[in-house]
């Protein structure tokens, strides 16, 4: 009725229209005309007319409708009984047929019979007819014995309208035709109407195939649609330009499962080759006839064929080819594109309206994007659907964000994605702002690098491609992440709107008031942070000066109220705020709007007022020492960037020569009114001869005065600068890097200060220092780290000279650099409790290094227990211990290695001090050191008095300083380089220890970093292969011996420190996460270049893959030549991500190959004692898990080490080993046996479950697997009754419940359903388990007699589990009807060796009944003993134990 009722409102739309056109009136066929009186009634005097007459209608003509003067229901019984009642019927019916035939060849008159009839004028007929009746021919259908003649007549007369079908009175003849078969009370002969209407859909033009195919679900009933529906499902295959016709039809008829499965196959076949503008119809189709059953497999074949990239880049390219051809295609093809995007974004609200009310759509879809397994398989419609349903299901919100965090770990969804999904499909990406954006801040309070990455890249690409609406709700999201979020946050945020502030300058200017609310939480704000901050306000208050005038105003209250503050938090965040605002202030160039625009030099008010702010920073600073320093290091990077205006940048070097010079320098020989403590002496000159008034670093001098001054700090003028030894390093550092900009890198003006002296003291040998006093031990330890660190900004100035005699110098001061840290050791070891002084001048150092304290040799003490706490006071060991286990852990494999702690004995075997702990103590090395590496044979010149060279000294970089480089070339890749997505922040770490020594590297960018290491692997690769030439010639030299007589130890360890530092360079580097994206490709292959061309020189560009064949070939070739572990393990790491970067993956067999060699070498140290410890079974432990994960078998390795290899270790000596796997001895068997238990329980997860409707093939090769693996995890169990130690021990008891609880879950599903048909295997496979849990059983009884609290842990959950078998197995016999196997017998608890045991209750009855059940394969097994061990299931009858 609904139907009918919409079908009624449209005829009288249609009669409205007809009254409204014009009146025209045009006959398409000329006919012989009936008499026509004035008011426009037909006369017509055949059966037809007459017959209609006396039933109650009246035909007319023209514009007018056909009246009737009764109701229709009365008006078809009165004809329907004139019919049956005439004399001539049935002929009558064929006569009144061909009258309604000659009356419609007249256009006019067949409109009118096609539209609805009006009730008759009379007033006595008012009452008796309804307001709307159906038309002449509706009503003649309705009639049975009129009915297959008139619709025949009516699909006749069709085809003459086929073109041409809309007249001038605008209505479409065919159109009215089809609405005459729609809802019909009764179709006579539905097959031949079914028929018909397909053979005219065949021939007809496309807009009435429309038509007709969308009215079939009103013109057809019920039985008809399975014969319809087929039909239409061959003809979708044939004509895809009718694809939405067709479905429209398709989703209103009623289908049985399987035909509309076999429908949706072949619609989901032309989905790749649909039109755009047809895919949210095909879409909506699919989802709607979906089942919980197939979704997922539905849902994962539509996401492969929906290509949305394509639909929008066609259009475009139509629109480029059309503008080129002519001007108006261009413009037709520019509305395609408009159609394009309008028909996406509609498809996207279907994809919407199906998960939000469909659940089996949303898990289906959700499931479907979890599958997908590479990034290149994803696409721009899974992160829009995950979108979608995070906007619209706040209860799946969670689960997709975890789906979103876990694809972006896993590298599958990169940003890349984001931004072409934004790029692209703006539009539908606008309309999801909100799930966006709320996505967006719960990533950046993610742990995940990868992931708050990700989402700060939501947040500049919305900010980019939305309104100002969306613009402004993200600064205001940032600033809430900047003010109130943890540390990584607090950066990431800033981070943003650095990038923003350069990138959409013009656009952020308005919310300028949002971003100074940030000032107010300054006090949280590390020196980093408050360097972003100020950047982001100064950038925007001079680069768009008219506008922003009043964040000038307000940053300049804020500064110097910070700068007047006697608190050293405040007065460093104005000393960094103040040098900002220089920076943006005298820039030459500022990046605006994404483009970098040369600024005109500055007026000479604006310099005064740059110079003025910069004496109102000195004059705050200067006397606190530290803070004038931290004042010298931030405007030195300011000037290493090479921004200044040189006006700007002469006024500070200036005024920096002079009072380097005044504070700093003195002349040759000292004078004798200088104040110290000790005896000076210059030493550390590079000058062949000491000559009066060479110049001389004023150091001892200098630190003696600022003792002294300490005692007597109430003598102290105000208006007197402190110099303070604590401003040498950056006040120099500040002077050539001013030199260097003002001379384009030249230095000669200062390399006298490369070479000259250094006021100091004789240092004594560590066997005096015991006869100095506390002060004077403290004073030399004080003198050696100001040494060091001026030396280390020596080596940062001048490393970069080309000079031969300058580089000569530079590395003799790394020489120095090498010597003085081995006295300074030596020092700090025989001065307990000394703090020294600061070197690195930011607030979040000063606050976030503890104070290290150091005592004399200890001994080791046992893991586990408590070291006693001396009587001394704060300064403990407990102290140092804590701090030296922060820095272990906060500093993976990259900063320590064994050699090197081996080495960092004396003679005495005393251990020395770990300089690592006093990282914040000493001046960063600056990323340029590291060209000193090129330098592999250097010459340096001695000149005589007349400039000729005299003699020529061969000068070489030597072990100990390439192992000095490469540590802290280590720290800095470790630092900035994040090797993996999933790798996690440290948790609750301080910021200060974070960026200890690393805030000139943190103002660099990690793409910045990586390209400057890829530079340096030329060098490094030739480093790695003379340690490679250099531990081969000492083998061959040695005929293959390691620990030959004439080794020289030290030599050995040091060559084995670099050689592993020098892998971890390569594993970190190449490691690297950014690789993945697309930008940072070509320096992957740059990188990769450089390692392909060592094998094969001179190569042209090649594709990644052969880089990555050819790299992972030369890198393999240093197996031979490692010369400990843990080299050997750096080596496999390395090999491993290269070969991950493959998409081929090629090379598991290789990896295999060199980690099986590893173990089956045998590591000896150069001394001859055989390598051992925790940290040589941590890195075994690694190599055998890498060689176990990529082993053709798993199973059969780990069986033929426990059946080869182990046996070789049963009753031998404890320093005895394996022959076939020398690294397998009895200190290492915990490690093997851990790894093997490990990999067999994972592998055993692996196999899939069991189904009865798998082929017996598949059950079998199932069951073998099974069966395999029961008789490893047989032979590994019983090996704990030789190797009984307690790890072991724990391991078997943990891995063995898990073992059995996967064998309930995956194991017993197989062995129900192929029971019957392979009953031996099954019954081997129980058998072999039924040893194991007796063993596992004899394990928990051992673990109760020794009261093991971490064994006996274990216990109640494997006894449940070996309970919950027995009970399975008998659950597994009764199904398959062999119930009788089960059995009882008994069982005596018994220890590991077979010893009983015996408890309260079998002291008394001596005996315990047990449940057993055995598939039985004899009967005569029924009467053997009770201790027999062919019981197969025995169940212990104690209260709390079962098997």
Same mark, same amino acid.
């Given at each position: 009725?609904?139907?009918?009722?919409?079908?009624?409102?449209?005829?009288?739309?249609?009669?409205?229209?007809?009254?409204?056109?014009?009146?025209?009136?045009?006959?398409?066929?000329?006919?012989?005309?009936?008499?026509?009186?004035?008011?426009?009634?037909?006369?017509?005097?055949?059966?037809?007319?007459?017959?209609?007459? %006396?039933?109650?209608?009246?035909?007319?003509?023209?514009?007018?409708?056909?009246?009737?003067?009764?109701?229709?229901?009365?008006?078809?019984?009165?004809?329907?009984?004139?019919?049956?009642?005439?004399?001539?019927?049935?002929?009558?019916?064929?006569?009144?047929?061909?009258?309604? +035939?000659?009356?419609?060849?007249?256009?006019?008159?067949?409109?009118?019979?096609?539209?609805?009839?009006?009730?008759?004028?009379?007033?006595?007929?008012?009452?008796?007819?309804?307001?709307?009746?159906?038309?002449?021919?509706?009503?003649?259908?309705?009639?049975?014995?009129?009915?297959?003649?008139?619709?025949?007549?009516?699909?006749?007369?069709?085809?003459?309208?086929?073109?041409?079908?809309?007249?001038?009175?605008?209505?479409?003849?065919?159109?009215?035709?089809?609405?005459?078969?729609?809802?019909?009370?009764?179709?006579?002969?539905?097959?031949?109407?079914?028929?018909?209407?397909?053979?005219?859909?065949?021939?007809?033009?496309?807009?009435?195939?429309?038509?007709?195919?969308?009215?079939?679900?009103?013109? #057809?009933?019920?039985?008809?649609?399975?014969?319809?529906?087929?039909?239409?499902?061959?003809?979708?295959?044939?004509?895809?330009?009718?694809?939405?016709?067709?479905?429209?039809?398709?989703?209103? #008829?009623?289908?049985?499962?399987?035909?509309?499965?076999?429908?949706?196959?072949?619609?989901?076949?032309?989905? %790749?080759?649909?039109?755009?503008?047809?895919?949210?119809?095909?879409?909506?189709?699919?989802?709607?006839?979906?089942?919980?059953?197939?979704?997922?497999?539905?849902?994962?074949?539509?996401?492969?064929?929906?290509?949305?990239?394509?639909?929008?880049?066609?259009?475009?390219?139509?629109?480029?080819?059309?503008?080129?051809?002519?001007?108006?295609?261009?413009?037709?093809?520019?509305?395609?594109?408009?159609?394009?995007?309008?028909?996406?974004?509609?498809?996207?609200?279907?994809?919407?309206?199906?998960?939000?009310?469909?659940?089996?759509?949303? $898990?289906?879809?959700?499931?479907?994007?979890?599958?997908?397994?590479?990034?290149?398989?994803?696409?721009?419609?899974?992160?829009?659907?995950?979108?979608?349903?995070?906007?619209?299901?706040?209860?799946?919100?969670?689960?997709?964000?975890?789906?979103?965090?876990?694809?972006?770990?896993?590298?599958?969804?990169?940003?890349?994605?984001?931004?072409?999904?934004?790029?692209?499909?703006?539009?539908?990406?606008?309309?999801?702002?909100?799930?966006?954006?709320?996505?967006?801040?719960?990533?950046?309070?993610?742990?995940?690098?990868?992931?708050?990455?990700?989402?700060?890249?939501?947040?500049?690409?919305?900010?980019?491609?939305?309104?100002?609406?969306?613009?402004?709700?993200?600064?205001?999201?940032?600033?809430?992440?900047?003010?109130?979020? &943890?540390?990584?946050?607090?950066?990431?945020?800033?981070?943003?709107?650095?990038?923003?502030?350069?990138?959409?300058?013009?656009?952020?200017?308005?919310?300028?008031?949002?971003?100074?609310?940030?000032?107010?939480?300054?006090? *949280?704000?590390?020196?980093?942070?408050?360097?972003?901050?100020?950047?982001?306000?100064?950038?925007?208050?001079?680069?768009?000066?008219?506008?922003?005038?009043?964040?000038?105003?307000?940053?300049?209250?804020?500064?110097?109220?910070?700068?007047?503050?006697?608190?050293?938090?405040?007065?460093?965040?104005?000393?960094?705020?103040?040098?900002?605002?220089?920076?943006?202030?005298?820039?030459?160039?500022?990046?605006? &709007?994404?483009?970098?625009?040369?600024?005109?030099?500055?007026?000479?008010?604006?310099?005064?007022?740059?110079?003025?702010?910069?004496?109102?920073?000195?004059?705050?600073?200067?006397?606190?020492?530290?803070?004038?320093?931290?004042?010298? !290091?931030?405007?030195?990077?300011?000037?290493?960037?090479?921004?200044? !205006?040189?006006?700007?940048?002469?006024?500070?070097?200036?005024?920096?020569?002079?009072?380097?010079?005044?504070?700093?320098?003195?002349?040759?020989?000292?004078?004798?009114?200088?104040?110290?403590?000790?005896?000076?002496?210059?030493?550390?000159?590079?000058?062949?001869?000491?000559?009066?008034?060479?110049?001389?670093?004023?150091?001892?001098?200098?630190?003696?005065?600022?003792?002294?001054?300490?005692?007597?700090?109430?003598?102290?003028?105000?208006?007197?600068?402190?110099?303070?030894?604590?401003?040498?390093?950056?006040?120099?550092?500040?002077?050539?890097?001013?030199?260097?900009?003002?001379?384009?890198?030249?230095?000669? $003006?200062?390399?006298?200060?490369?070479?000259?002296?250094? =006021?100091?003291?004789?240092?004594? $040998?560590?066997?005096?220092?015991?006869?100095?006093?506390?002060?004077?031990?403290?004073?030399?330890?004080?003198?050696?780290?100001?040494?060091? *660190?001026?030396?280390?900004?020596?080596?940062?100035?001048?490393?970069?000279?080309?000079?031969?005699?300058?580089?000569?110098?530079?590395?003799?001061?790394?020489?120095?650099? /090498?010597?003085?840290?081995?006295?300074?050791?030596?020092?700090?070891?025989?001065?307990?409790?000394?703090?020294?002084?600061?070197?690195?001048?930011?607030?979040?150092?000063?606050?976030?290094?503890?104070?290290?304290?150091?005592?004399?040799?200890?001994?080791?003490?046992?893991?586990?227990?408590?070291?006693?706490?001396? !009587?001394?006071?704060?300064?403990?060991?407990?102290?140092?211990?804590?701090?030296?286990?922060?820095?272990?852990?906060?500093?993976?494999? %990259?900063?320590?290695?064994?050699?090197?702690?081996?080495?960092?004995?004396?003679?005495?075997?005393?251990?020395?001090?770990?300089?690592?702990?006093?990282?914040?103590?000493?001046?960063?090395?600056?990323? +340029?050191?590291?060209?000193?590496?090129?330098?592999?044979?250097?010459?340096?010149?001695?000149?005589?008095?007349?400039? =000729?060279?005299?003699?020529?000294?061969?000068?070489?970089?030597?072990?100990?300083?390439?192992?000095?480089?490469?540590?802290?070339?280590?720290?800095?890749?470790?630092?900035?380089?994040?090797?993996?997505?999933?790798?996690?922040?440290?948790?609750?770490?301080?910021?200060?220890?974070?960026?200890?020594?690393?805030?000139?590297?943190?103002?660099?960018?990690?793409?910045?970093?990586?390209?400057?290491?890829?530079?340096?692997?030329?060098?490094?690769?030739?480093?790695?292969?003379?340690?490679? *030439?250099?531990?081969?010639?000492?083998?061959?030299?040695?005929?293959?011996?390691?620990?030959?007589?004439?080794?020289?130890?030290?030599?050995?360890?040091?060559?084995?420190?670099?050689?592993?530092?020098?892998?971890?360079?390569?594993?970190?580097?190449?490691?690297?996460?950014?690789?993945?994206?697309?930008?940072?490709?070509?320096?992957?292959?740059?990188?990769?270049?450089?390692?392909?061309?060592?094998?094969?020189?001179?190569?042209?560009?090649?594709?990644?893959?052969?880089?990555?064949?050819?790299?992972?070939?030369?890198?393999?070739?240093?197996?031979?030549?490692?010369?400990?572990? =843990?080299?050997?393990?750096?080596?496999?790491?390395?090999?491993?991500?290269?070969? $991950?970067?493959?998409?081929?993956?090629?090379?598991?067999?290789?990896?295999?190959?060199?980690?099986?060699?590893?173990?089956?070498?045998?590591?000896?140290?150069?001394?001859?004692?055989?390598?051992?410890?925790?940290?040589?079974?941590? %890195?075994?432990?690694?190599?055998?898990?890498? =060689?176990?994960?990529? /082993?053709?078998?798993?199973?059969?390795?780990?069986?033929?080490?426990?059946?080869?290899?182990?046996?070789?270790?049963? &009753?031998?000596?404890?320093?005895?080993?394996?022959?076939?796997?020398?690294?397998?001895?009895?200190?290492?068997?915990?490690?093997?046996?851990?790894?093997?238990?490990?990999?067999?329980?994972?592998?055993?997860?692996?196999?899939?479950?069991?189904?009865?409707?798998?082929?017996?093939?598949?059950?079998?090769?199932?069951?073998?697997?099974?069966?395999?693996?029961?008789?490893?995890?047989?032979?590994?169990?019983?090996?704990?009754?030789?190797?009984?130690?307690?790890?072991?021990?724990?391991?078997?008891?943990?891995?063995?419940?898990?073992?059995?609880?996967?064998?309930?879950?995956?194991?017993?599903?197989?062995?129900?359903?192929?029971?019957?048909?392979?009953?031996?295997?099954?019954?081997?496979?129980?058998?072999?388990?039924?040893?194991?849990?007796?063993?596992?059983?004899?394990?928990?009884?051992?673990?109760?007699?020794?009261?093991?609290?971490?064994?006996?842990?274990?216990?109640?959950?494997?006894?449940?589990?070996?309970?919950?078998?027995?009970?399975?197995?008998?659950?597994?016999?009764?199904?398959?009807?062999?119930?009788?196997?089960?059995?009882?017998?008994?069982?005596?608890?018994?220890?590991?060796?077979?010893?009983?045991?015996?408890?309260?209750?079998?002291?008394?009855?001596?005996?315990?009944?047990?449940?057993?059940?055995?598939?039985?394969?004899?009967?005569?097994?029924?009467?053997?003993?009770?201790?027999?061990?062919?019981?197969?299931?025995?169940?212990?009858?104690?209260?709390?134990?079962?098997?």
């Amino acid at each position: 009725m609904t139907s009918r009722r919409k079908l009624s409102k449209s005829a009288a739309h249609e009669e409205n229209i007809l009254e409204e056109s014009p009146k025209t009136k045009k006959s398409r066929v000329s006919v012989k005309k009936n008499s026509i009186p004035r008011d426009g009634i037909v006369e017509n005097s055949s059966v037809f007319g007459q017959l209609l007459k %006396a039933a109650g209608i009246t035909l007319k003509a023209g514009e007018r409708q056909n009246e009737i003067a009764t109701d229709g229901a009365v008006f078809q019984k009165k004809l329907h009984q004139a019919l049956r009642k005439h004399p001539s019927y049935p002929q009558v019916v064929g006569e009144l047929v061909s009258g309604l +035939e000659s009356h419609i060849e007249n256009r006019d008159q067949f409109r009118n019979c096609l539209l609805p009839c009006v009730p008759a004028q009379s007033p006595e007929m008012s009452n008796a007819v309804h307001s709307y009746c159906e038309s002449l021919i509706k009503l003649l259908l309705g009639i049975e014995i009129l009915q297959p003649a008139i619709i025949r007549l009516l699909f006749e007369k069709l085809p003459e309208f086929f073109h041409g079908s809309v007249g001038s009175d605008g209505l479409s003849l065919p159109r009215l035709i089809i609405n005459q078969m729609k809802w019909l009370d009764k179709i006579v002969d539905s097959k031949e109407l079914v028929l018909t209407i397909m053979q005219v859909i065949c021939v007809s033009p496309l807009s009435i195939q429309h038509d007709l195919i969308t009215s079939l679900p009103e013109i #057809l009933d019920d039985s008809q649609h399975g014969e319809v529906a087929r039909e239409l499902s061959s003809l979708l295959k044939e004509k895809t330009e009718l694809t939405v016709p067709i479905l429209d039809a398709l989703s209103s #008829l009623n289908l049985d499962l399987e035909l509309l499965a076999e429908v949706r196959r072949s619609v989901m076949v032309t989905v %790749a080759a649909i039109r755009v503008e047809d895919l949210p119809v095909v879409v909506r189709f699919i989802l709607h006839s979906i089942k919980a059953t197939d979704a997922v497999e539905v849902i994962s074949d539509l996401r492969k064929k929906l290509n949305l990239d394509s639909s929008i880049s066609l259009p475009r390219i139509q629109v480029s080819q059309s503008k080129l051809r002519s001007q108006p295609q261009g413009s037709l093809s520019a509305s395609q594109v408009n159609i394009s995007q309008d028909s996406v974004k509609l498809l996207f609200e279907v994809i919407r309206s199906a998960v939000k009310f469909q659940k089996t759509v949303l $898990e289906a879809w959700i499931k479907a994007i979890e599958n997908v397994a590479s990034a290149s398989e994803h696409k721009v419609l899974d992160l829009i659907v995950l979108l979608i349903i995070c906007a619209i299901n706040v209860k799946n919100q969670k689960q997709i964000e975890r789906v979103l965090r876990n694809k972006i770990r896993s590298g599958c969804i990169q940003e890349q994605l984001l931004q072409i999904a934004i790029r692209h499909q703006s539009q539908v990406m606008r309309d999801l702002f909100p799930a966006i954006l709320s996505v967006a801040e719960i990533f950046l309070h993610a742990v995940d690098p990868c992931v708050v990455s990700f989402g700060s890249c939501m947040y500049k690409q919305a900010y980019a491609a939305f309104d100002s609406y969306c613009q402004q709700e993200i600064v205001g999201a940032l600033v809430t992440h900047a003010c109130g979020g &943890n540390d990584m946050e607090v950066d990431v945020s800033l981070d943003v709107l650095v990038d923003l502030v350069s990138e959409q300058t013009s656009s952020i200017v308005p919310y300028a008031v949002f971003l100074k609310s940030i000032l107010d939480y300054v006090d *949280n704000l590390s020196p980093q942070q408050i360097r972003k901050l100020f950047y982001i306000l100064s950038t925007l208050a001079f680069s768009q000066e008219p506008r922003s005038s009043h964040i000038q105003d307000d940053m300049h209250m804020v500064i110097r109220k910070q700068l007047s503050s006697t608190i050293a938090k405040y007065k460093c965040t104005g000393i960094i705020g103040a040098v900002t605002m220089v920076s943006s202030m005298a820039a030459r160039r500022s990046k605006e &709007n994404g483009h970098l625009l040369e600024k005109a030099p500055l007026k000479k008010e604006q310099c005064k007022q740059i110079t003025s702010l910069l004496q109102l920073v000195c004059s705050c600073c200067k006397q606190f020492p530290q803070a004038l320093a931290l004042y010298y !290091d931030e405007l030195a990077s300011v000037v290493q960037k090479g921004n200044l !205006d040189l006006q700007i940048l002469d006024w500070i070097e200036n005024s920096v020569v002079k009072e380097f010079e005044a504070d700093f320098v003195a002349e040759f020989p000292p004078l004798g009114d200088s104040v110290s403590l000790l005896p000076v002496k210059a030493l550390y000159s590079l000058e062949d001869e000491e000559s009066e008034g060479m110049i001389v670093i004023n150091l001892l001098p200098l630190l003696s005065q600022s003792y002294l001054s300490m005692a007597e700090t109430a003598d102290l003028n105000e208006e007197k600068r402190l110099v303070s030894p604590v401003c040498l390093p950056p006040f120099f550092r500040l002077l050539r890097l001013c030199v260097s900009e003002m001379n384009k890198g030249n230095m000669e $003006e200062i390399d006298a200060l490369l070479g000259c002296p250094l =006021y100091l003291t004789d240092l004594p $040998e560590d066997g005096k220092l015991a006869s100095l006093s506390n002060q004077e031990r403290e004073l030399l330890c004080s003198l050696l780290f100001y040494t060091l *660190n001026w030396f280390r900004e020596v080596v940062n100035a001048f490393c970069q000279q080309e000079d031969p005699e300058m580089k000569g110098r530079v590395l003799a001061r790394l020489q120095n650099i /090498t010597e003085l840290q081995c006295l300074l050791e030596k020092y700090l070891a025989a001065s307990p409790g000394y703090v020294p002084p600061p070197a690195n001048f930011d607030s979040e150092t000063l606050e976030g290094v503890p104070v290290v304290s150091t005592v004399g040799p200890t001994k080791k003490n046992s893991k586990g227990r408590k070291r006693k706490k001396p !009587d001394s006071s704060k300064n403990s060991c407990s102290d140092n211990s804590q701090w030296d286990e922060n820095t272990e852990a906060n500093q993976p494999e %990259a900063e320590t290695s064994q050699p090197e702690k081996d080495f960092k004995e004396n003679e005495s075997g005393a251990p020395l001090v770990q300089l690592q702990n006093y990282t914040a103590y000493f001046r960063e090395l600056d990323f +340029e050191v590291f060209t000193i590496l090129h330098n592999e044979l250097l010459t340096k010149s001695i000149l005589d008095t007349e400039m =000729y060279t005299k003699t020529r000294e061969v000068v070489q970089i030597g072990p100990a300083e390439l192992l000095f480089l490469l540590e802290d070339l280590c720290q800095k890749l470790e630092r900035i380089l994040v090797t993996t997505p999933a790798k996690r922040a440290p948790f609750l770490k301080g910021k200060g220890s974070r960026n200890v020594g690393f805030s000139h590297l943190c103002q660099r960018s990690s793409q910045d970093v990586t390209a400057c290491a890829v530079h340096l692997l030329k060098p490094l690769c030739n480093h790695m292969e003379n340690m490679h *030439n250099f531990f081969q010639a000492l083998l061959a030299e040695n005929h293959g011996v390691v620990d030959a007589p004439g080794v020289n130890i030290q030599e050995h360890q040091l060559m084995s420190s670099c050689y592993q530092r020098l892998l971890q360079v390569f594993h970190l580097l190449f490691a690297w996460s950014g690789f993945s994206q697309r930008e940072n490709h070509s320096l992957l292959k740059k990188g990769l270049q450089v390692l392909a061309h060592r094998i094969k020189p001179g190569e042209k560009e090649l594709p990644l893959e052969e880089l990555l064949r050819q790299s992972f070939q030369y890198l393999q070739n240093f197996q031979h030549s490692v010369p400990n572990i =843990y080299c050997a393990l750096s080596l496999t790491q390395l090999l491993l991500v290269i070969e $991950e970067k493959s998409v081929t993956n090629l090379k598991n067999d290789k990896i295999a190959t060199i980690t099986k060699q590893f173990l089956c070498q045998s590591w000896v140290e150069p001394s001859g004692v055989r390598q051992k410890g925790k940290q040589f079974n941590d %890195a075994l432990h690694t190599l055998f898990c890498i =060689y176990l994960e990529h /082993t053709d078998s798993v199973l059969k390795a780990i069986e033929d080490i426990s059946s080869i290899g182990i046996p070789e270790l049963i &009753n031998s000596s404890k320093d005895s080993y394996s022959s076939i796997y020398p690294t397998l001895t009895r200190q290492t068997f915990p490690v093997f046996f851990r790894v093997m238990m490990a990999q067999l329980e994972g592998l055993v997860r692996s196999i899939p479950a069991g189904r009865s409707s798998e082929s017996s093939e598949v059950q079998l090769e199932k069951l073998l697997r099974w069966n395999m693996a029961v008789r490893v995890f047989h032979i590994l169990v019983n090996l704990v009754k030789v190797f009984d130690s307690r790890p072991v021990l724990n391991v078997c008891l943990k891995y063995g419940r898990l073992f059995m609880e996967t064998f309930l879950k995956l194991g017993m599903p197989l062995l129900d359903c192929s029971f019957k048909k392979h009953r031996k295997d099954v019954q081997s496979l129980l058998k072999n388990l039924q040893l194991s849990t007796r063993q596992l059983h004899h394990m928990c009884g051992h673990s109760k007699i020794h009261q093991d609290t971490g064994l006996t842990n274990h216990v109640p959950l494997l006894k449940k589990t070996l309970e919950q078998f027995v009970y399975r197995v008998k659950a597994m016999l009764v199904l398959n009807h062999c119930q009788k196997a089960f059995e009882v017998g008994v069982l005596k608890n018994r220890d590991l060796q077979g010893g009983v045991i015996l408890s309260q209750a079998s002291q008394e009855s001596q005996e315990e009944e047990e449940t057993s059940m055995l598939p039985r394969d004899d009967p005569a097994e029924e009467e053997e003993d009770s201790e027999s061990d062919s019981k197969t299931f025995i169940r212990d009858s104690d209260e709390d134990s079962s098997d």
